[in-house]
């Protein structure tokens, strides 16, 4: 099943849109919208209205319907109101987010209070009754996105957190709040869902060349390095074309462009 993702940017307002950029990303969290059967579209309308100034603060980048469907409100690079927090993260302290949040979702100098708006990208789930529970749909898509993102900001499953894991008291995503063996499935499912396939396997053996068969991989390496050096280039588009023979010619251009390179790094140019 492919992700099915549909963007329905917000407007941009001061309350769900504010158009500041993230500083980076550490990490993905994960929301239920704490409305049974409500629907992604009904949520980022809910987003939306925020705009008038009359509901508060709030946001997030992606929604996932009951269907398994994504809607996008935000850009990734832009950064939602989904995480921020101004309570005491338990009784007793005045140390709001966790300190665990404290340490890692954290973009200032070390004691310096953090911001975890400003480095993660929130996903919020819909469900179908106040347990929190979710569709199969959904949680498979949620799921498959979790790992998509991940994978592009070179995050583990371990980099997924719950709303509640980040702030201390928040009830939310509430299914994986009350029953952590299932929160801990679903990471262990990201993980899975995060292994290359075999045809991205492939395209691991050479950092540059996409037609470097399994029999060839020993090559593989050497060929990058090569690359990177100047003297084997390809066809420009990603083909080595390894098993073609060489001719004199091409063997005099290689030969030619390697000893220039060693005489650059002799003469330390
Ligand atoms: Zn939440």
Not at 116 to 127: A, R, S, V, W
Not at 224 to 244: C, F, I, M, R, T
Request: positive net charge; glycine residues 8%.
């Amino acid at each position: 099943m492919d992700l099915r993702v549909q963007s329905d940017f917000l407007t941009p307002n001061p309350y769900s849109r504010p158009g500041t950029r993230l500083s980076c990303v550490k990490g993905i969290v994960i929301h239920w919208v704490a409305n049974p059967k409500s629907t992604a579209k009904n949520n980022r309308d809910f987003f939306e209205r925020r705009k008038l100034g009359k509901s508060g603060y709030g946001s997030a980048h992606y929604i996932v319907c009951l269907d398994g469907t994504v809607v996008q409100c935000l850009p990734e690079a832009e950064m939602a109101y989904h995480v921020g927090s101004s309570l005491p993260y338990k009784p007793g302290t005045t140390q709001i987010y966790t300190p665990e949040a404290w340490a890692r979702l954290n973009t200032n100098r070390s004691g310096q209070k953090p911001y975890p708006n400003n480095c993660t990208i929130g996903i919020e789930c819909t469900h179908i009754d106040w347990d929190g529970r979710m569709t199969k749909e959904t949680w498979r898509a949620t799921v498959k996105l979790a790992a998509q993102l991940l994978k592009r900001y070179g995050l583990t499953a371990n980099d997924l957190w719950l709303h509640k894991e980040v702030v201390g008291w928040k009830d939310c995503h509430r299914w994986f709040v009350n029953n952590p063996a299932e929160w801990a499935r679903f990471k262990a499912e990201v993980g899975t869902a995060m292994k290359p396939t075999r045809a991205e396997v492939m395209l691991i053996m050479s950092k540059y060349f996409k037609d470097i068969p399994k029999e060839m991989e020993w090559a593989a390496p050497h060929a990058d390095s090569l690359y990177e050096k100047g003297v084997l280039k390809g066809d420009g588009q990603g083909n080595l074309k390894p098993a073609d023979p060489l001719t004199r010619a091409e063997a005099a251009v290689l030969i030619d462009r390697a000893i220039e390179y060693v005489m650059k790094e002799l003469s330390g140019k």
